[in-house]
């Protein structure tokens, strides 16, 4: 008898239990071949439906099937983890030790995500703030040089009060408003969060007027008031 095991009941394995199953249909009758898959976890998750959780379209548990149901009938299930395929035995050794003999095996485990290995990327865990900190000593040095010769070029002279502005606009603005700002963005979400940034010019023509007593023209006002709108209208959008 050919015993033919499937490793993994996704979408791979699954189409080709079945696809064997049909076209080995007379020989599985006359007892002449054996299919069986195994899979870990004995459900079927379709996998695109992702997208529309990530949507609000779709529920989690309307995407998941049990292998079983998916399976025709002269197909055996196996529900276990494969640990180890001892290639010169042909045989697969379970995770509750038992041992499967094969004469072909399929291997459609699937495939895993490793963004740690993709150069550059920074993982998720590392926290917003030390990505924060880390790229400014990062660019530190580039800042440093570019920031010195220009004053060094340039004969520059500033009063108390111009390098008191620099230095709240440097650590406060630039550096713990950041910890604010994406703590708030996580907490409420990009898209949603990331609307206020908008409202920028607006808040900035209001303080300006306020503190440095500029004069907030007709066509100031207008424009400001059309970032609102707009803004305004993206929202009732979605
Ligand atoms: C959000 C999203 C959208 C997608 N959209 C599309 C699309 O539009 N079109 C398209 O063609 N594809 C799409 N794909 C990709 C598609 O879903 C996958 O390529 C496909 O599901 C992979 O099938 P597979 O059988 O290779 O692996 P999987 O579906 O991952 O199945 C692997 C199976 O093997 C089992 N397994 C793994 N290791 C073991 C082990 N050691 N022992 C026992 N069992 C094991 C697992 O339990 C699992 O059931 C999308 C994927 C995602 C995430």
Redo the contacts with the bound molecule.
């Keep these: 008898m050919d015993r033919i095991v499937i490793?993994?009941?996704?979408?791979?394995?699954t189409l080709t239990a079945n696809l064997l199953a049909r076209r080995l249909g007379d020989r599985i009758a006359r007892g002449e071949v054996d299919i069986t898959l195994?899979?870990?976890?004995g459900a079927?998750?379709y996998?695109?439906g992702?997208?529309y959780i990530a949507m609000g379209g779709e529920r989690e548990e309307r995407l998941s099937r049990p292998e079983r149901s998916l399976l025709d009938a002269p197909i055996n299930l196996i529900v276990?983890?494969?640990?180890r395929i001892a290639e010169a035995a042909r045989t697969i050794v379970l995770a509750s030790g038992a041992i499967l003999p094969y004469d072909y095996l399929v291997l459609?485990?699937?495939?895993r995500i490793v963004p740690e290995e993709i150069p550059f990327y920074v993982r998720r865990l590392t926290g917003g703030w030390q990505v924060i900190c880390w790229a400014l000593v990062l660019s530190a040095p580039l800042t440093a040089t570019v920031a010195g010769v220009a004053a060094a070029t340039t004969g520059l002279h500033a009063g108390p009060t111009a390098w008191l502005g620099f230095a709240y606009v440097s650590v406060v603005s630039m550096f713990l408003g950041f910890f604010a700002w994406y703590a708030g963005l996580a907490r409420g979400g990009v898209a949603r969060v990331g609307q206020i940034q908008l409202a920028q010019p607006v808040l900035t023509l209001g303080w300006s007027a306020l503190l440095l007593g500029e004069s907030v023209t007709v066509l100031t006002v207008g424009t400001a008031l059309a970032v609102l709108a707009s803004v305004a209208a993206t929202q009732r959008a979605r």
């Excluded at 195994?38 to 976890?41: H, K, S, T, V, Y």
């Excluded at 276990?80 to 640990?83: K, R, Y």
């Design positions: 490793l993994g009941g996704g979408v791979g394995g195994i899979d870990a976890q079927h998750v996998q695109p992702f997208m276990d983890t494969a640990v459609a485990t699937g495939s």
